[in-house]
């Protein structure tokens, strides 16, 4: 795939983008004087996030999610050991690359943080030219493993995230949202008689017209946590954390006015001149008794029910 074409919705499912941004540091430690010494280093050439507990070194992470953290072993209330604990328990932020930095640089130290998951250890006081050369060491290979990790993320003929992705992030939303107790809504997209129009335009004028589908949904003006996915062949699907049946009805309405409003000619089509799409909507607030892949059948079943209904339509159900 050439990477200069992709242009996926979100930064961080471009492979480029994530290998070309600017890196983001946590610096942790207790003693402002020895962060400061850090962010003399760091402030240069990247963005440097700031923490004084372990506590508040989760927070920072969770929220800004960094690409590296330099943390300090021995602090009050919550030690870095712990911290490390926490963050390589929490799927989130695993991958996130820790260096230990510490007085204490016995080699039982060392092998403890090195077992609880961390990458390296850099002993204090530190040496800016050390320090920085082994933190640009592992900032590049995160980097490269997070372009890794987008590539396998996204559907090569749409450029919209793959299947693959959205069902790791189903479950996370899944989990987020019964966590919440708020509701979650999934979309299934289809693309109406698809298997005519590949038949009279043929295969490649096929693909072009799934292309501009995927591009139509990825400029519906989505929210941080949403998703708009390639399900597979000519199927897309949409998750929507903390979002009610009628939010994601007013949602599936616009998706199927902007593909129709698209006018891709689509002679064989029995419902419509153009190209247009079906939709089914299912919403419900998770619990321990459901399952994400039932919701996504009912979302299904309520496409089946869109489809049966003319095509070009939405149809949508709020499981209690
Ligand atoms: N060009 C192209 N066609 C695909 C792709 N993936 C799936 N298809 C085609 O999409 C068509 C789907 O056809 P069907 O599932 O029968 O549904 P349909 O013709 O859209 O009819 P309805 O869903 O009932 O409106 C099949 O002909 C597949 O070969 C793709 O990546 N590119």
């Known amino acids: 795939m ?20 600017r890196p983001r ?32 070194a989760i927070e920072v992470c969770r929220q800004k999610m ?23 328990d929490d799927a989130e932020t695993q991958n996130i690359p820790i260096i230990f930095v510490t007085s204490q640089d016995s080699p039982e130290e060392e092998t ?22 082994r933190v640009k060491t592992h900032l590049t290979l995160k980097m490269q493993s997070d372009a890794l990790r987008a590539l396998a993320s996204i559907d090569g003929l749409t450029h919209l995230p793959n299947r693959r992705l959205f069902d790791e992030r189903l479950e996370a939303e899944w989990r ?19 298997k005519k ?24 003006n989505w929210r941080g946590r949403d998703l708009a996915a390639r399900y597979g062949g000519e199927e897309f699907v949409c998750l929507m954390p903390e979002t009610d ?11 199927r006015a902007k593909v129709e409003a698209l006018a891709i000619p689509h ?13 089914g909507v299912a919403t419900t607030v998770p619990n321990d008794e459901k399952m994400a892949e039932v919701l996504l059948g009912i979302a299904d079943e309520q496409l089946y029910k869109a489809k049966q209904a003319g095509r070009n339509g939405i149809a949508g159900v709020e499981l209690p």
């Not at 129009?197 to 519906?220: I, P, R």
Request: hydrophobic content about 45%; proline content about 3%; overall charge negative.
């Open 197 to 220: 129009y590949n038949d009279h335009y043929g295969h490649l004028e096929g693909d072009n017209c799934l292309k501009q589908v995927a591009n139509s949904l990825m400029e519906n």
């Open 66 to 88: 960094p690409d590296l953290i330099l943390l300090d072993v021995l602090m009050p209330d919550m030690d870095g050991i712990e911290v490390c604990q926490i963050l390589k």
């Open 2 to 21: 050439d990477m200069s074409e992709i242009s996926t919705y979100k930064s961080e499912w471009n492979p480029e983008l994530v290998l070309t941004a």
């Open 112 to 133: 403890r943080g090195l077992e609880v998951g961390a990458v390296d250890f850099i002993t204090k006081p530190v040496n800016p030219a050390v320090v920085r050369a």
């Open 245 to 255: 049946l009628a939010g994601a009805m007013s949602k599936a309405e616009s998706l």
């Open 267 to 279: 002679e064989l089509s029995a419902n419509a001149d153009f190209v247009t799409i079906s939709v």
């Open 176 to 194: 987020a949202c019964r966590r919440a107790g708020v509701s979650i809504a999934l979309i299934m997209i289809d693309v109406d008689h698809f």
């Open 25 to 56: 540091l946590l610096v942790v430690d207790d003693q402002a004087v020895n962060i400061q010494a850090l962010y003399q280093v760091f402030a240069k050439d990247s963005e440097v996030f700031m923490a004084t507990s372990g506590k508040q």
